[in-house]
């Protein structure tokens, strides 16, 4: 099946377990986050994601609400069972694009730089930003 995502609308694409599938940090996905991290708003919640150290943990719930604000009824459970290219890091890129559409402000959502082919990990979906330094074990 073929995902294409709008990134307007904060979406991306990314391969799971080698299926594509769409994610988007909705109002919905965002107030689960905010939950999830106990944050008071959305300031809150994109200051903790600023700081760039991510653990497991909050890439897998992270990721989980992405899938979910896109229509895929996957547990964080199932979201920790997965697997994708790169591994960790993969997962850590994947989680990194998610915010930067929903954080990332116009060059994220409608007018991208120019990039390189090495720059773009997903074809057509503009910049990726540097993953964040995943925490210690």
């Known amino acids: 099946m073929s995902v294409h995502p709008n990134r307007l609308r904060g979406e991306i694409a990314a ?12 109002l919905g996905a965002l107030a689960e986050l905010e939950t ?11 200051s903790r994601f600023e700081a760039g150290q991510l653990s497991a943990g909050d890439i897998i719930r992270i990721v989980g609400a992405g899938l979910r604000g896109a229509g895929n009824l ?3 459970e199932d979201v920790a069972e997965m697997s994708t290219e790169g591994g960790a890091a993969g997962f850590a890129r994947i989680a990194t694009e998610l915010l930067w559409v929903s954080f990332g402000g116009a060059e994220a959502a ?3 730089r120019q990039i390189s082919d090495r720059e773009s990990a997903v074809p057509g979906n503009g910049p990726n930003p ?8």
Do not use: I, Y
Request: charged content about 20%; proline content about 8%.
């Open 15 to 26: 391969k799971f377990d080698g299926e594509s599938r769409l994610m988007c940090l909705t």
């Open 74 to 76: 996957l547990s964080d």
């Open 130 to 137: 540097p993953a964040p330094q995943v925490a210690g074990r």
């Open 36 to 46: 999830a991290f106990g944050v008071a708003n959305l300031s809150e919640l994109a």
């Open 110 to 112: 409608g007018n991208p």
